[in-house]
């Protein structure tokens, strides 16, 4: 029931782009996105949930494919504040009130 | 409001013991969950709880267990601890479905 992350890891420069997936062999009925620095609690970033549209916040974004049980995660033009690691946590059709998360996607962005 | 509140913040205990772990949930969050997280596994569902009830359970040996009280603050307890059981454990608290979830600072179990 754990979503599977890609990639595990990528280092960026500053103001480059990245896009992280995750996808799920069950059907979802949302998913959540969420981002932990070193030593603090994951901290929320957005939902998505199925027939709803592409998401946004500043300049990260993301978008959820019903058809192929996947979302994306869409970073753009990256600030150092972007580093850290980045878990997608998805709820299924059941409407089971739990999430299950991914092993997560540390993302390190460098001057 | 106040955030997810954890107690203790660290706690190291020994083979064979057990350990209780306190949360206390934003204010009018009836949903409280646990989450086990540890170096290259991510977060692993315990259970969640919502007006005392346990709705859901993950996939961990009945050693781990807990409750939620009338106020909504939860209780996480592990008997017989193993070597394994050293992680950070995570409450999170929800309004409800389609709700974010709200993490606590976590409690860092050490077992020597």
């Known amino acids: 029931q754990q979503p599977v992350q890609s990639p595990q890891a990528v280092i960026l420069r500053e103001g480059e782009d990245a896009v992280i997936n995750c996808s799920s062999s069950?059907?979802?009925?949302?998913v959540h996105w969420y981002r932990q620095k070193h030593g603090e609690a994951p901290v929320f970033l957005m939902i998505?949930?199925?027939?709803?549209e592409q998401k946004g916040h500043d300049k990260i974004s993301a978008s959820f494919n019903e058809k192929k049980q996947q979302s994306s995660l869409y970073l753009t033009a990256s600030q150092l504040s972007y580093s850290g690691t980045y878990f997608c946590?998805?709820?299924?059709?059941?409407?089971?009130?739990?999430?299950?998360f991914g092993t997560g996607t540390r993302l390190t962005v460098i001057p | 409001k106040a955030g997810v509140t954890q107690t203790p913040r660290y706690l190291i205990k020994t083979r064979g013991q057990q350990v209780t772990l306190s949360c206390s949930p934003i204010?009018?969050?009836?949903?409280v969950s646990w989450y086990q997280q540890t170096p290259g596994q991510g977060l692993q569902f315990l259970f969640e709880?919502?007006?005392?009830?346990?709705?859901n359970k993950g996939n961990f040996p009945g050693r781990f267990s807990g409750r939620q009280f009338s106020n909504s603050r939860s209780e996480m307890n592990v008997s017989t601890l193993e070597l394994g059981d050293s992680a950070l454990y995570l409450c999170?608290?929800?309004?409800?479905?389609?709700?974010?979830?709200?993490f606590g600072n976590g409690t860092r179990l050490t077992v020597t």
């Open positions: 204010s009018g969050h009836r949903s």
């Open positions: 069950k059907a979802l009925y949302s």
């Open positions: 709880y919502f007006s005392e009830t346990q709705r």
């Open positions: 999170a608290s929800r309004e409800g479905f389609n709700s974010p979830l709200h």
């Open positions: 946590g998805t709820e299924f059709m059941t409407g089971a009130n739990n999430l299950f």
């Open positions: 998505l949930l199925k027939g709803g």
